[in-house]
């Protein structure tokens, strides 16, 4: 497993940790693909609270919207550590951020997800079938090559192919003719993007916080840009408020002597 592990776009737990097995059967093992499909799994914690989720309640959810939309909403991706017992799988959504671990993306990875895709569609005894979902999830966020240099931006994904469309267009096509089971790993996740999505407060906030990153934007191009337009800029703010202030004290004046006479 090591070559594989050396190949693959990011860390996966073994099944070793996450079933808690000692003797791995290699006898069970009927494929490549199902070698490593069993080895390149979420973490120990991440397949407890998927089974859990999965076996309390009947999953409902439904489709999030692109890194970009969800940013409009005030929804911030960031990269997450991967910590040693964690794996690439493990997406979280806290507090109005989406912690992603960070995604290696080579010549070599449309292949590998794509052939563990089929795996999983082939596989109809696998409930679990986390790299489809995995990919699903990548696929809603990246819509368009101005997603993929979002997320490329917040050191989520490092793209070594060097063209963010390339990397839109891969993720579409993955997901072409993929069948996707009630039981979504990253169900909790969308629930959890999509509530916060539709909270009008949410939205306005966001709306707000982007019209001053715009403002300030506008003034570091247009007054910030060198140091003496930031001198001039500041006289003119003195100039006018010397010239409120004195507009001030005459109008304060005149009251002071229309009350005298």
């Not at 890194?67 to 806290?94: H, M, N, V, W």
């Amino acid at each position: 497993m090591r070559f594989f592990y050396g190949i693959l776009p990011g860390r996966g737990c073994p099944r070793d940790d996450v079933y808690r097995v000692d003797d791995y059967p290699i006898n069970e093992i009927e494929h490549l693909l199902h070698l490593i499909h069993d080895n390149w799994l979420p973490s120990p914690a991440g397949m407890e609270a998927y089974v859990l989720r999965n076996s309390t309640v009947d999953s409902h959810w439904r489709l999030i919207c692109s890194a970009t939309e969800i940013q409009e909403a005030g929804i911030e991706s960031l990269k997450t550590e991967i910590p040693r017992y964690d794996s690439l799988f493990d997406i979280k959504y806290e507090n109005g951020m989406m912690k992603i671990p960070s995604l290696e993306i080579n010549d070599a990875t449309e292949a590998i997800l794509q052939n563990l895709i089929a795996y999983e569609q082939c596989s109809h005894d696998i409930n679990l079938k986390h790299v489809t979902d995995y990919v699903t999830l990548l696929n809603c966020l990246i819509n368009s090559s101005k997603d993929a240099e979002l997320l490329c931006r917040r050191g989520i994904i490092y793209n070594f192919l060097g063209d963010d469309e390339v990397i839109a267009a891969s993720f579409n096509k993955l997901c072409d003719g993929v069948v996707l089971g009630r039981q979504f790993y990253y169900s909790e996740v969308f629930n959890k993007v999509n509530l916060h999505c539709i909270r009008r407060r949410n939205k306005w906030m966001a709306n707000l916080r982007w019209r001053n990153e715009k403002w300030k934007a506008w003034l570091r191009q247009n007054y910030f840009s060198t140091r003496w337009a930031m001198i001039s800029f500041v006289g003119a703010v003195v100039l006018l408020l010397l010239t409120l202030l004195q507009a001030l004290f005459a109008v304060i004046s005149y009251y002071q002597q229309a009350q005298s006479h």
